[in-house]
């Protein structure tokens, strides 16, 4: 090889390690600009605010998903275990799982909104402890696992409700969707501690290092003295936190908990991590590149919004996006590698 082409080289493998890094970002920062440019109102405070709110449910999941997908696994249940502790939450709250269409707080006779939340979470975390011990100690597949979780949960959610909504929470917990600090809605100051507090946990803390090393190489892991299915289990329990946090969230949003509410978040929130960049094989990652793809989502599916594209159009968008950012991966890493 001459110089000229070992050079050449060179400056390619660079110009991927610097896409690979920040491909999401210079991505998101197009989206912006098209969508500004299409139209001009689009990059209004009082819009960008509303992304912010938007992308903060699935940003919250995402965050939990990280730490599943760090593991080389999956969770396909996370749109049913949010309706599951959403319901929860709403019954904590009403005290009682009498279906009520009114919106209206009159009648209300719940346990409050910190009790509502501590169910939400507890349950949360709870039900992705029992995948995760699934997982580990019956050997079967995450995939198998939490597809059956999302038949499960999504059951236990109509059984509870029988099918119908609860609604009408009380302003406190209202608060926790729709109040806001400054011009910042609540949502997304919660989502901007959360991510604050896993990029502590995965980047400064033992735990974080074992994570990465658990799907990096899991039998190394095993080998080098890491407890790996604990590790495992912790992964499922903390996307099931995060899945109870955001179904509270939601739920004092939309002053509503309903037993349809998360279908189809599974894919919005696999591809927010994947897009921003962590591997779905394991060992790579992070917490940064997630809340980027939860951005980047947000932000084209308020753009399509903005331009009234239908919500049909816009799964296929995001699925096709999903399809190209993976090989868009794969062949930046497969040229770092020549």
């Known amino acids: 090889m001459s110089i000229a082409e070992e050079q050449n080289q060179r400056g390619g493998v660079t110009i991927a390690r610097l896409l690979m890094s920040f491909g999401p970002l210079l991505f998101l920062a197009a989206l912006v600009i098209v969508f500004t440019v299409l139209k001009p109102s689009f990059i209004d405070p009082i819009n960008l605010f509303n992304i912010t709110r938007q992308i903060s449910i699935t940003g919250l999941i995402a965050l939990g998903m990280t730490f599943v997908i760090l593991t080389a696994g999956i969770d ?12 929860v939450a709403a019954v904590i709250a009403k005290g009682g799982a009498a279906n009520t269409l009114s919106l209206s707080t009159s009648g209300t006779q719940g346990y409050g909104w910190f009790a509502a939340l501590l169910a939400a979470v507890i349950v949360g975390a709870a039900a992705g402890g029992v995948q995760g011990l699934a997982i580990t100690r019956l050997k079967v597949p995450p995939f198998v696992v939490t597809l059956g979780g999302l038949t499960v949960f999504r059951g236990l959610t109509l059984t509870i409700s029988n099918g119908g909504p609860i609604s009408g929470f009380d302003a ?11 011009p910042v809605p609540v949502p997304a100051i919660i989502f901007a501690i959360a991510a604050i507090l896993c990029h502590i946990v995965l980047r400064y803390t033992r735990y974080g290092r074992a994570v990465y090393a658990v799907g990096g190489n899991a039998e190394a892991a095993r080998l080098s003295g890491l407890r790996v299915d604990r590790i495992l289990v912790s992964v499922y329990v903390i996307v099931g936190f995060f899945a109870g946090l955001a179904a509270f969230v939601l739920s004092a949003r939309l002053n509503s908990s309903e037993a349809v509410a998360g279908i189809g978040y599974e894919l919005t929130v696999i591809s927010a991590v994947v897009i921003g960049g962590t591997s779905l094989f394991g060992g790579i990652g992070s917490v940064g590149g997630t809340v980027v793809g939860a951005a980047l989502i947000g932000v084209l599916q308020n753009g399509l919004q903005f331009n009234n594209v239908s919500s049909y159009t816009q799964s296929i968008v995001i699925g096709l996006i999903l399809i190209l950012a993976v090989a868009f991966d794969r062949w930046l890493k497969s040229r770092v590698r020549r």
Do not use: P
């Not at 406190?172 to 400054?182: D, K, N, P, V």
């Open 172 to 182: 406190s917990m209202r608060w926790f969707g729709t109040g806001l600090i400054g």
């Open 76 to 87: 396909l249940s996370v749109g049913s275990l949010l309706a599951f502790c959403g319901m």
